[in-house]
């Protein structure tokens, strides 16, 4: 019996997978490689030394999602595959539209059709939109306030009502706080295909000399030093987190919902503090207006999951920084883009 990954070549997807294949679990990788490159996979095989099956489809592609379920034994479904970009999600919101709920929808009618009903959902702490107070936990009011934001919210409702149709599944939903840093082998990381939306691989841009300065958008936010707070979670913490629910799915049914998140708060100053502290370098910063659509400060309380899932975060700031630093100077611009993305996957790597 196999888990298969959506998006598994991806940021998240190939580290969760490392974790997956590291706690013994047979992996069918489902990617279009849109935002993301088979070498990241080729990577994974390297650090753990196990192979895995990989279709190169997009969701939207009927007979290619046939073809995964009919040709596999699948015992659960992890999906991450979606676009992710808050601004070009505003942009393009019906790109958004059918990429992240119409293929996420022929994703799960394929599922019931072959009976697979255990599935762990990738969402996002921009569900809360705007939170009230802070620490965030699950039960707080949700509102997306972008197209992105909206498609997560509207697949936890499809989900609700999909469980309520049938209490045969089982489905975790992962509300990610903001994943940053890397795999400590330096071999996999985060790769945006174009000037980065997110704080930390902007910074490690910077610090590598990709870009020249970092804009600190807006400092004049009601917070300890007037940039915008977050609970930032080392991608590894995160990946373990799927591993945890993965295995809760697996052993009964119910839906339940989890913040993935380490419960603090750091400024945009104090991570480029951390940051130049850890590694060293010094970071050009200068302060600009506020990015339109941004909250002040969002962390997660995520008592929860540390309960339920017996799960918690454990790596610190400064590991994040570390990590992060290490795949960026291991891997300058191109590096991990070896080979076209319409080069022949390798069906086994
Ligand atoms: C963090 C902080 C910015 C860039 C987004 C999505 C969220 C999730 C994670 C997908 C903010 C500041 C940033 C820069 C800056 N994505 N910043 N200069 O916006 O919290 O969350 O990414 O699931 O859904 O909304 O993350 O890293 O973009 O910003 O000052 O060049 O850094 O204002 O305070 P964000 P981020």
Redesign the pocket.
């Known amino acids: 019996m196999s888990i298969l990954v959506t998006g598994g070549a991806g940021y998240i997807g190939s580290h969760t997978i490392i974790e997956l294949l590291n706690a013994g679990y047979e992996i069918i990788v489902l990617d279009n490689f849109s935002n993301s490159y088979p070498e990241s996979l080729k990577r994974v095989h390297e650090i753990t030394g196990r192979d895995m099956k990989v279709y190169a489809i997009n969701l939207l592609e009927k007979d290619g999602l046939e073809e995964v379920f009919s040709e596999n034994k699948i015992q659960a479904v992890i999906h991450l595959a979606g676009m992710?970009a808050?601004g070009e999600s505003v942009e393009k919101p019906l790109k958004y539209y059918q990429n992240n709920l119409s293929g996420t929808l022929a994703l799960f009618q394929a599922m019931q059709k072959y009976s697979v009903k255990k599935l762990v959902f990738s969402s996002?702490?921009?569900v809360y939109g705007t939170p009230k107070t802070v620490p965030i936990k699950e039960d707080f009011p949700l509102k997306a306030t972008n197209p992105?934001?909206r498609t997560k919210l509207m697949v936890e409702e499809i989900l609700h009502d999909l469980y309520q149709s049938d209490n045969d599944w089982s489905i975790s939903i992962l509300r990610?706080f903001?994943p940053i840093g890397a795999h400590p082998s330096g071999m996999i990381g985060e790769d945006p295909a174009d000037i980065p939306?997110?704080?930390?691989p902007?910074i490690t841009k910077v610090a590598v000399g990709e870009l020249d300065e970092?804009?600190?958008?807006?400092a004049d936010y009601p917070t300890k030093d007037g940039?915008?707070v977050?609970d930032y979670i080392h991608v590894v913490d995160l990946a373990l987190g799927h591993v945890k629910a993965l295995e809760w799915n697996l052993s009964t049914t119910g839906l339940h919902t989890y913040n993935l998140g380490t419960g603090k708060g750091y400024s945009?100053m104090e991570i480029i503090q951390a940051f130049e502290k850890t590694c060293g370098i010094k970071i050009p910063h200068s302060i600009s207006k506020r990015?339109p659509g941004?909250i002040a400060i969002?962390f997660a309380d995520p008592a929860k999951a540390e309960k339920e899932l017996n799960w918690s975060a454990s790596r610190s700031i400064e590991e994040m920084c570390v990590d992060s630093w290490r795949w960026q100077s291991n891997n300058r611009v191109g590096d991990n883009k070896k080979g076209k993305k319409d080069e022949e996957i390798e069906a086994t790597f």
Do not use: H, P
């Open positions: 992710k808050v996002s702490a921009t992105y934001g990610y903001n939306n997110n704080l930390v902007y970092l804009k600190v958008f807006g940039t915008g977050r945009v990015r941004d969002s």
